[in-house]
């Protein structure tokens, strides 16, 4: 209201929306209702006697100032009206509740109770189907939780030297020395041109990434293995015909070739390591000379047989001689220079004599100390030297009793000179081989409780506020920490310093 030109009435002016404010001199609308209160920011408000506000005094809100549509603002009690946590039925229970603010910011509501603490998600404001970074089964199929908390299928079996497989929705843990995601197997090596030595032998990796027992000649490439080392030492033969797999060494010439030198002509010993001269004819009545670098090869004739130098063919044969008969005996040649009866030999006949052994056997050295192989012209080998002993013509590959892993996680054991599977394949807690035993391999969680790894063995130790990352959480709600200065960081179990205010 205000007095009109004459002074003699008043006048209805402005409506005030909200109030009107008494001067003395001139009044005026004010801003606000005087004792209202509103919030601005995280100040609250309250009008002065002068309708403006903040006038009558201010309050800046420890934790939110909450709005209301009907009636005063006023500061939070308890929370930020809106916001999620996640918290627990009782103090010493898991904080599995996921949990809403409400609008008068004094109570938290439940909103959903989770499976557990660790897929409380308040950030997403939702309970996980798991905890990132964890993997299942769903039938054969291999899944992994994504950075989200939900079910995602793995890109791949193998996690660097870890191995998961499922079968039949059963989930199966190995420590693998390779990881082969390709075939989803642990691998004991890589490249088929790898090779390596174990217990004397050499063996080259396959194609599925296992060793195989190789041969020493690959080629014109010989590779021997000597004393423990587990590399082979690799020499390069002139050319493949001359790798000698019975000897293990690279030859001079191929054992039984001929050739002519100077006129005269030679033959490769048995051991292919020399030439050496040879007579022109031998017992079976074969004549050998030389037509310029060529060796021409011939025979004494029907009745006809060399003489006992070998410089000559003669009538019948000479008394004493041998030769080597049809069907693979030995004849001797009686006094009278004829050829007697065949005797018989167990490995046929070689140079007028019977062969030692089959050629390509393999034989345990009499002392069974290391292994012999019978060459092509029917006499034992070099030996070679068994670490373990030779059983049954083949190096030992363990010492009995001796035990040890397989892949990374198949405990052995060596039984008659031979690795053998010692019970089922490492998984679960105790997923790795070590001597011979399952052991585990590092702490981790187990449920709300942690599984202590401690020197292969583990035990469960039971976790008051839950496990959270392979840890005994500290807390698993607010109350746990100091609730002026910290809040519960439920994803990693901690008590972390509440932010300021921005």
Known sequence: MVCNADRSALTRAETCPVSCIENGIADYCGECEHGTKQCNGKVLETCGTNGEWGSGGTETCSIACVEVSDGDDHCAAVC????????????????????????????????????????????????????????????????????????????????????????????????????????????????????????????????????????????????????????????????????????????????????????????????????????????????????????????????????????????????????????????????????????????????????????????????GTGVRTCGTDGTWGTPTQCTFGCLAGECAACADGAVGCASGNQPRICMNGAWVNKGPACSGDTPTCEAGACVCTATKCSGDDLLVCDEGVPGLQPCLNGCVNAACAECNDDTDCDEETETCNTTTGTCVPIPPPP
Request: with cysteine; glycine share 12%; hydrophobic share 25%.
């Open 80 to 367: 930020t009206p809106g916001t999620f946590r996640c918290g627990s039925s009782m103090t010493g229970m898991p904080a599995n509740l996921l949990q809403q603010c409400n609008e008068d910011g004094d109570d938290w509501v439940t909103v959903e109770t989770c499976g557990s603490a660790a897929l409380c998600d308040a950030a997403n404001r939702e309970c996980d189907d798991c905890v990132p970074g964890e993997y299942s089964c769903t039938g054969s199929v291999l899944r992994v939780c994504d950075a989200t908390g939900h079910w995602a299928p793995a890109p791949s079996a193998c996690s660097e030297n870890t191995l998961r497989t499922c079968t039949d929705g059963v989930l199966d843990v190995k420590q693998c020395t390779i990881c082969d995601a390709t075939n989803a197997e642990c691998d004991d090596c890589s490249g088929t041109n790898t090779y390596s030595c174990a217990n004397g032998m050499l063996r080259r990796c396959d194609e599925s990434g296992h060793w195989q027992s190789a041969n020493n000649c690959a080629g014109a490439t010989l590779r021997t293995c000597e004393g423990t080392s587990s590399t082979p030492k690799t020499e390069m033969c002139s050319e493949a015909s001359l790798c000698d797999e019975a000897n293990n060494e690279c030859d001079v010439c191929p054992p039984g070739n001929y050739r002519c030198n100077g006129g005269d002509v030679e033959r490769c010993n048995s051991s292919g390591q020399a030439w050496v001269p040879v007579s022109y004819c031998d017992s079976m009545g074969t004549t050998r000379e030389c037509d310029g670098d060529s060796v021409v090869t011939g025979s004494c004739g029907p009745g006809k047989s060399c003489n006992a130098e070998g410089t000559a063919c003669i009538d019948g044969c000479t008394p004493g001689a041998t030769r080597c008969a049809t069907g693979g005996g030995v004849q001797t040649c009686d006094a009278d220079g004829n050829w007697g009866a065949a005797s018989s030999c167990p490995f046929g006949c070689a140079d007028g004599a019977c062969r030692e052994c089959m050629p390509g056997a393999t034989e345990c050295t009499p002392n």
